[in-house]
């Protein structure tokens, strides 16, 4: 009980740490109180027009293909950003057309890379992606920069794609620096084991947890067709939480021992004080996918780490006023980051 | 501007597996909300010609009152299954009278 109380106090002591050297301009509109409110209505509702993509495929070097839609791909800028989206999602997800789009009015280039099978068609090998694939990102983010060597690459990551951004800023250290001038994660599930273990249990199993699965069972089932996989189906269909998905599919198609060991070399908080690329860590304190106290300390990350967690925007919920909401702030706090940066 | 007369018109498109659902839970909003402070009218349709694709039609007396409708708990629970539920995110949009 004792060892309780201080783990309490200990707790307690954190989050105003952190509520006091972290804090944001960011504040949810009054009428979207709480982070499942914040994150729901954000994926709910349509906030952005529109983005006009222009697709092209990459064959990668194992034989497969990744497609990647560009934004303005002939516009004669300096200025290019690429995104790494979430779990399941696309260049049509809330956060990749609002973040396309504001790049679009500040005159840049912007791609948003697909990871295999993310783009609406099944890629050709029986892996997948997954959330510690450092390596799928430091070959697209080279071959971005072989392409336009004169152009300044900025690279966002959301959610899935932040933790395996911030683990390839880290695992790369000084070698980063040439080839991204800056870097944002948004709601980046930094420690997968904390993600995980809140998102499996209770209410937010039956919220989130379920509606990942059903896509991510039905990708399994067709990788168990297409590619006569050892799997047995009825245990694809038993998969009700992200262990067992990980334990069944996951990890031993990407090479790891097991969901708890996917977990632990894939979470990029351990690499975090290796990052060398100055690199804005945005996180809500009432991200419903992470608990707070997972989240770093500034005694966590390295000095080129900005680490910005407003109380509120849920998980990539970060929705402004007046009714019905706008999805402008993120967007806009990136790319003040990018710029000021310069100077 | 504040107290002006504020309309909103919500397109909402069900999966065809949930179209049912989705008409059954949007139904439940109807009698709540029409008991809300500063509700004119909150009206359900129904496309002609697609069942699975719904139009919120709704009046109310001024912005207050219909973001005082927004953190209402049957609204909060109905953007809770939306995410599941729904085809495509829901399209909102304010207008304003004229005559």
Redesign the interface.
Known sequence: MAQARLDELEGARRNVTLADEFSSGYRAPWWLPGGDLQTLYAYAVRFNAPVAYRRERWETPDGDFLDIDEVEPDRPSTKFVVLFHGLEGSSQSHYALGLMAHARRYGWRGAVVHFRGCSGEANRLPRSYHCGDSAEIDWIVRRLKERHPRSDLYAVGVSLGGNVLLKWLGESGEAARAIVKRAAAVSAPVDLNAAARVLDFGYRKIIYTRAFLRSLRKKVLRKISNHRLEIQIPEVLACATFRAIDELYTAPFHGFASAEDYWSRSSSKPLLKRIEVPTLLLNARNDPFLPERALPLGSEVSDRVTLEYPASGGHVGFVSSPFPGSFDWMPRRIVKFFSACQR | MANEQIT?AVRIKAKPETRAEVREELHKLLAPTRKEKGCINYDMHVAKDDDCLFLFYENWTS?GD???H??APHV?HW??L???L?A???????WRKLD
């Not at chain 2, 495509?88 to 304010?94: D, F, G, R, V």
Request: no cysteine.
């Open positions: 909103v912005e219909l973001n005082q927004l953190a909060q953007i809770n939306a995410q599941t729904l495509e995110p829901m399209e909102l949009s304010l």
